[in-house]
Each structure stands twice: as structure tokens, then as C-alpha cells.
């Protein structure tokens, strides 16, 4: 093999293996029919058809169904994926997300996009990490997302490329029939003020280093993600800003047989470059681009024109088959004080969850996590790994 084309030294092993199609299969007697893609490659089903998230403080709905698949050789090709999970919540909160990671014939190339929309009652307490639990406020609005990008493989695991990247808030309600308006409550005055609309648009530029070969499970590797974003007037969008983002993560494995023993590491920095920024494009905690940071804190809990996290996870299987593991995790993040870019107030979070194997072809596990911080705690049943 060509060092042009480094080899996937981690192809998913199902030998032995036991998940819950598995199960379903003997106890119902069911036949499956593969299902082939335009490469003559199967496609991987995993569907969640109830679950509930950290994205607010009330029960909710959601379907959860991804799709993996390779558009290559195995040996040279990373697993695709792309994952559609519709929700809704008794709150009047629902959205349609849909991303998608994709590699290319001997992942010459990583195409990635995330479209999202949404209706989004949500609270915010504010900026800064020390605002206290009760110190919060009501905003509703509507939501549109489009993030795509492009990058190009240019030695062994590392990668190139542009995006395009798009942000429109609108309907933002702040009455609340509160005493204070949207724009007192943050002392921000882009993007909160009454009947306000903000619409971002523009280029990014990125760069990727992946050396594992599923980002639903990890195996032993390193990912590194670079985005600088720039936002132009001349693009669309209500003012100019930049941000960077970013994000670091690491996976150790103990193991010396086929069961999973491992150690994941995430660290990820993001931040406005600029003022002008929109009050709801500034960084906060469980909103970063794929939305599963600070397990344990109630998404959006820290807001500020910085943030700084980290994040460690222990995943071990408990049975040879790999049909049943756990997990154990710690957080910890800080977002920087109003207009300062200090890091003042650190805020932990800790937890533990179970593994069931739901299919081991594209070795996708669900997740059943409960996570506890300060003042709060969050149950959290999902499709994939939290990164």
C-alpha cells in the first residue's frame, strides 16, 4: 500500500461479536436483506425511536436514525455516517438536524454538513461563568443552519479545505412578561434586542487531523479540528465578525484482547476574534458543532466571548462479545467574564453511563448516561459515543 494511501490498521472487528440485531434476529426469527449502496457496500442502520437530551430543562421526543457507510475499500477507507434525529419536546421546542460525515475513495477527501431547523425556547443566564443558577431568562426563536465544508487529504492523516457556514435567528421573543428586556438581562447589545433578527454568513477555513476510522466509536487515534470563521456584510450578514474553534482529542487503549479498555481525552478552545458578534453565535457550553459537550450541565449554562473545556472518559466492555460496557467521565469547563477574556470560574461535571451494542457492523453503541454538576443532573440516552 502507498504511503499516498495509509492503510486503516483499526477495521472494525465483528468476529465473535453480539449486538442487539443480533438478538432480535434470533429471539424473532427475522431475515435481513443487505442493502447496497452505489459502491456495492452495505449500509448500517442504527435507529433510536425514543430518547430524551440535555438540550432543555423537559422530557423529550426524538428519532434518531444513522446511516454508515464506506465509499471505499475498508482497508483504505473511513466508515461515512450520516445522522437524521427529528425532535420535540412538550415546551414547544422541535427541531430537524441532519449531519453528515463522509469520506471519500481512500479518504482523499472529508466532506461534513450540518443542517438544522429549529424552534428554540431556551434559557441563558447570561455571560461569564459565575451567574448563579436561578439568574436566568426565557428567549424563544427560530432557527436556520447551514454548515458545509470541504477538505482535502494533503499527507498521510491530515487535511485541507474551506466551508461556507450560515446563521439566521429570527422570531427571537424576549417579552417573557419579564421586568428587564433580552438586551438588559446580557448587557449585550448585538442580537438581543426586541423583534431583532441576525443572519450570519460566510467562509471558514479548516483543517483536519483524523487517524481513527469511525467517529461514532473511536478507536485508539488522534483528531484535531481547526476552523477559522469569518462572517462578511458583504455575504449577507447583520455585521462582521470572526471566531476560531479549536478541538483536540485523544484515545489511549489498555486493551490485549478484543475487548474494549480505553482512556478518551477532548479538549476544545472557541472565541470570537471580534466584537459584533450575535449575542446566540457567541460560544457556550453544549453548543459547539456537534452539541454533545458539558454532560451533566444544562446546555447553554455558561456563555461567553471565550470557552474553555475539557473532558476524559474511561470506556471498558464488560462482556467478551462486546455486547454490554460502561462508562465513566469528568468535565470541566469555563467561560470567559464579560469583556475581560479571563477565565475565572471553572465549573465540573462528573458521571457514568452503560453501552449496549447496536450494531456491530458500524460498531454503534447506545448510550444511556447520567451526568450531575451543581444544581442540576441530566439522563441522556444517545446514538454514538459523546466524541
Do not use: C
Not at 437524521?84 to 441532519?98: A, E, K, Q, V
Not at 479548516?206 to 477559522?228: E, H
Not at 449577507?236 to 470572526?242: A, F, R, V
Amino acid at each position: 500500500m502507498s504511503s499516498d494511501h495509509p492503510k486503516n490498521k483499526n477495521i472494525i472487528d465483528t468476529a465473535g461479536k453480539t449486538d442487539l440485531i443480533d438478538i432480535a434476529r434470533d429471539v424473532f426469527n427475522i431475515q435481513s436483506k443487505r442493502t447496497p449502496d452505489t459502491a456495492g457496500k452495505k449500509i448500517y442502520f442504527s435507529i433510536l425511536p425514543v430518547s430524551s437530551s440535555n438540550a432543555g430543562p423537559d422530557r423529550m421526543l426524538l428519532t434518531s436514525t444513522t446511516a454508515s457507510f464506506y465509499l471505499g475499500n475498508p482497508q483504505t477507507t473511513y466508515i461515512s455516517n450520516v445522522n437524521f434525529t427529528p425532535y420535540f419536546n412538550f415546551s414547544g421546542r422541535y427541531g430537524l438536524p441532519i449531519r453528515s460525515n463522509i469520506w471519500l475513495k481512500h479518504n482523499m477527501f472529508n466532506i461534513q454538513g450540518d443542517t438544522r431547523l429549529l424552534v428554540y425556547p431556551q434559557y441563558t443566564w447570561g455571560l461569564g461563568g459565575g451567574q448563579p443558577t436561578d439568574h436566568k431568562f426565557l428567549v424563544d426563536y427560530k432557527y436556520v443552519r447551514f454548515y458545509q465544508s470541504v477538505v482535502k487529504r494533503i499527507t498521510s492523516y491530515l487535511y485541507l479545505g474551506i466551508g461556507y457556514n450560515l446563521d439566521y435567528y429570527f422570531d427571537v421573543d424576549s417579552d417573557n412578561g419579564a421586568k428587564t428586556s433580552f438586551e438588559q438581562f446580557t448587557n449585550y447589545e448585538y442580537g438581543t434586542r426586541a423583534n431583532q433578527s441576525s443572519f450570519s454568513s460566510g467562509p471558514s477555513f479548516n483543517v483536519l487531523y483524523d487517524s481513527r476510522n469511525n467517529s461514532l466509536n473511536p478507536l485508539p487515534g488522534w483528531y484535531g479540528n481547526f476552523i477559522y470563521r469569518l462572517n462578511y456584510k458583504s455575504w449577507g450578514s447583520s455585521n462582521s465578525w470572526q471566531s476560531l474553534y479549536v478541538d483536540v482529542r485523544k484515545y489511549h487503549s489498555f486493551s490485549t484482547d478484543n475487548k474494549k479498555n480505553m482512556l478518551a481525552f477532548w479538549t476544545y478552545y472557541w472565541a470570537t476574534l471580534t466584537p459584533l458578534t450575535p449575542y446566540l453565535n457567541l460560544p457556550a457550553i453544549g453548543m459547539e458543532p456537534n452539541q454533545r459537550s458539558g454532560r451533566g450541565i444544562a446546555q447553554n449554562r455558561y456563555r461567553g466571548q471565550a470557552l474553555l473545556y475539557f473532558e476524559t472518559e474511561y470506556r471498558k466492555d464488560l462482556t467478551q462479545n462486546g455486547l454490554l460496557g460502561f462508562v465513566v467521565f469528568a468535565n470541566i469547563n469555563s467561560a470567559s467574564e464579560s469583556n475581560t477574556r479571563q477565565f475565572k470560574y471553572w465549573n465540573p461535571a462528573a458521571g457514568a453511563g452503560i453501552r449496549i451494542k447496536y450494531n456491530k457492523k458500524s460498531d454503534t453503541n447506545i448510550g444511556l448516561d447520567f451526568g450531575v454538576s451543581k444544581g442540576y443532573n441530566s439522563l441522556l440516552l444517545t446514538v454514538g459515543e459523546a466524541f
